[in-house]
């Protein structure tokens, strides 16, 4: 009978992305809570140089996939590798994270299994075989408890819902024998870095995000300032994205990024419901506004009515104070 | 050029969310139900596709009589003709049996190139569009921001953490559409006019016999404790950045 957990481990270049220390921290979380075990699966370039740090999240067996085949992604043959490892384990559970590779290439592994999928989960559980989830939903207006009816069970874990611990094993490591078919290989990514120096949205501890109150393009400067000093992403409502002021790869909300940061900064954002959809389940939210009635106050764990131009230069010099 | 575009009917943005009776899916009483957003910006790609390279633009719709309102924006909009896929209960459904049932549509179509939105913003689910060119046997690039055409050529591209991928490849291929891709235009009252008389074929969505995941309960995020006013001027930040790293500690 299937049973235990196999985890996709998202790397780049040899490095483990965090979301990947994330799922299999998720993954370590259901192996001790059914009794069984966890495996992993990590592919591309780079991939045998990761063992080790797999390991120290608990995954028991690493199968590894590389070659010029998966040089470059492809989610049609990271599907064939998954499977692959799959056919090793016969797990119950199978968990990618709700990034970009994870949200593109979990469906694909689902539908080549004929099995259901359940998406940018905030918590799961495996127990007696059967496994259950909670999602968000409406952006986040709402969450479902899902239950799977077949198996194994395909979820990709929200990141910043399971903070990377932990908890070493020793890891056999297999390499596996798979080739993609041509089929496969039709399309695949060429990755080209992005030069900014900032935390990436969806992954980021802290967010500065600023709205319609910022006034104008060139004064989103002042976003950019702060979220320099505190180490954060930058984020914009749908306003400012839809005006042009700033990319819509910025946007946070339920045509945009869903976010669940530690520290939320909104700054000139009134609060539509829309917007607050995407960021409600951050940490702790600051709102700074001049407008008192504006909504965002009502999320806010900390408020400041002001003038958001004298607001963060204070900010920022109380930040660069405690050093 | 056969052009194909998957839509849905979903509650608008600005929706404020109940539970309904059930308990496992929202009272739509007073909601206001539009085209998705993402599918927006998958009937616009088509139509550019379409005046660029002529042909045909199809959209499909998994759903209930009523979401024949989605459908007609999009035949405002300049698509030529419908097929809804009939089922009632399709809101919070899975998503491997909502694509299973326009496999099972599509494989009697010809088409050239199929567009989705990158996920309804009802279930946020992101899996429609891979999973259906999974089952098809079709290249897949997802959540598309840039996307070239030279005949059956295409370079699309999307944003991804740390960067920017650039897929290249040959049609027939399926993409879902992510916002930035173009700015979706409005039906004008003569193509709202005309949507009323375009054809709209309707026949019994195939699904799976059991569903792959099913939904049990629904639930309101935790009430967050009532947040404080730290001050009424810019003298508060202090007090707050204090906050921040001895009471929230997360500075």
Redesign the interface.
Known sequence: MAEGILVFAEQ?NGHL?K?AQEVLTAGHTLAEESGTGMAAVVIGPGADSLTDDIARYGASDVYIADGDAFAN?S??AY?EAVRAAAAEVDPGVILFA????G??L???V???L???????VTEVHYTDGSV?AK????????????????SP?VL?IRPNTYPPAENPADATVQNLDVAPSE?AL?????????ESERP?L??AE?IVSGGRGVGSPEDFEIIEKLADA?GAAVGASRAV?DAGWR???E?V????K?VSP??YVACGISG???HL?GM??S?????INKD?EAPI???????????LF??IP??IE??EN?G | MNILVCIKQV?D?????T?ADDG?S?DEADVNFVLN??DEFGVEEALQLKEAAGGEVTVLSVGPESATSAMRTALAMGADKGIRLNAEEVR?K???SI?SALADAIQSLEYDVIFCGKKA???????????L???L?L?????V?SLKFNGTAFTAS?????????????LP?LFTA???LNEPRYAALKGIMQAKKKPIDVSDAEF?A????????????PE??P????????????E??R???EE?K??
């Open positions: 780049r992305m979301a992604y989610g049609l599907a709700a990034d970009s590779m949200q593109d979990a469906p694909v689902a539908a080549k004929q099995v259901g999928n359940g998406s940018d259950t999602r968000p939903v409406y952006a986040g207006k709402s969450f479902v408890n899902i239950a799977f009816k077949k069970a990709t089929n039709r399309v695949k990514a060429t990755f080209e870095e992005s990436e969806t992954e802290r505190l994205t990319p819509y790869s946007q909300g339920q045509t945009g869903t530690a520290l539509a419901i829309q959809a409600r389940s940490k702790v939210i600051v709102a008192p106050f009502k999320v806010a764990d900390y408020g400041i009515v002001a003038d004298e607001a204070r900010f109380a930040l405690q | 509650p943005t600005e929706t404020k969310v539970i496992k929202i957003p993402y919070l899975d998503s491997f694509a913003v009802d279930g946020d689910n992101h899996q429609v569009g891979p999973m060119a999974t089952m046997d290249p897949c690039v997802s959540t921001t999307r944003d991804v953490e740390g960067g920017k991928e650039t897929y290249t490849g040959e291929a992510d916002k930035g799976p059991e569903d792959s995941l099913v939904v049990e309960s629904m639930e309101m995020p967050s404790p947040g404080k006013i730290v001050g009424e001027s810019a003298d508060a930040v202090p707050l950045v906050l921040l790293k929230a997360v500075l």
